[in-house]
T-cell receptor
Framework: DAKTTQPTSMDCAEGRAANLPCNHS???????VYWYRQIHSQGPQYIIH???NNETNEMASLIITEDRKSSTLILPHATLRDTAVYYC??????????????FGKGTKLSVKP | DTAVSQTPKYLVTQMGNDKSIKCEQN?????MYWYKQDSKKFLKIMFS???????INETVPNRFSPKSPDKAHLNLHINSLELGDSAVYFC?????????????FGPGTRLTVT
């Protein structure tokens, strides 16, 4: 089972920042927070991941709380092409089954003009 | 060039048939995966395959068998297809099974069993 909880859906106005929350209160010390998204009918796409520090790349920023029990994915300037289901996943760093991605239901983000 | 490719994109077949879905990655990765996304959009890991080590999700029926002729290919063979096998199947790859590497997904194969 997924170790994360996310809102089922969110709306965001085009050009505004989209802030997607995720709770992972049972996260272990060696587990990372990953974000993937799935645009309609496509394969999932990696966005970003982090352990405890905030992370930023060309796609998004990841803010992880100090206690690591929750995080927020930020899309700074959402576009219509960012409409997708966003998955927050907790994953261990070791191989085998611990390294598998366990997808939950995700958050359906709708970016509106 | 497509990093992870799957064939066919669509597959319609009848119950009881045997079919295969092919996956190829040109990223030089060591680890490949198969996922199943059902009609309710839940995406679940089926197999991961790393350097000839196969890790199987316990919920996968033994009618499903992954076959890896080489590191760049991981095919999925399904025997005696059932209606419940209808789903979208995604292949993915990553450099290694451990570490913090991201997974790259293919475009999916939509299987419809009638």
């Amino acid at each position: 089972d997924a170790k994360t909880t996310q809102p089922t859906s969110m709306d965001c106005a085009e050009g505004r920042a989209a802030n997607l929350p995720c709770n992972h209160s049972t996260i272990s010390g060696n587990e990372y927070v990953y974000w993937y998204r799935q645009i309609h009918s496509q394969g999932p796409q990696y966005i970003i991941h982090g352990l405890k520090n905030n992370e930023t790349n060309e796609m998004a920023s990841l803010i992880i709380t100090e206690d690591r029990k929750s995080s927020t994915l930020i899309l700074p300037h959402a576009t219509l092409r960012d409409t997708a289901v966003y998955y927050c996943i907790v994953r261990g760093e070791y191989g085998g089954s611990q390294g598998n991605l366990i997808f939950g239901k995700g958050t359906k983000l709708s970016v509106k003009p | 060039d497509t990093a992870v490719s799957q064939t066919p994109k669509y597959l319609v077949t009848q119950m009881g048939n045997d079919k295969s879905i092919k996956c190829e990655q040109n990223l030089g990765h060591d680890t490949m995966y198969w996922y199943k996304q059902d009609s309710k959009k839940f995406l679940k890991i089926m197999f991961s395959y790393n350097n000839k080590e196969l890790i199987i999700n316990e919920t996968v029926p033994n009618r499903f068998s992954p076959k890896s002729p080489d590191k760049a290919h991981l095919n999925l063979h399904i025997n005696s297809l059932e209606l419940g096998d209808s789903a979208v199947y995604f292949c993915a790859s990553s450099p290694y099974s451990g570490g913090t590497y991201e997974q790259y997904f293919g475009p999916g194969t939509r299987l419809t069993v009638t």
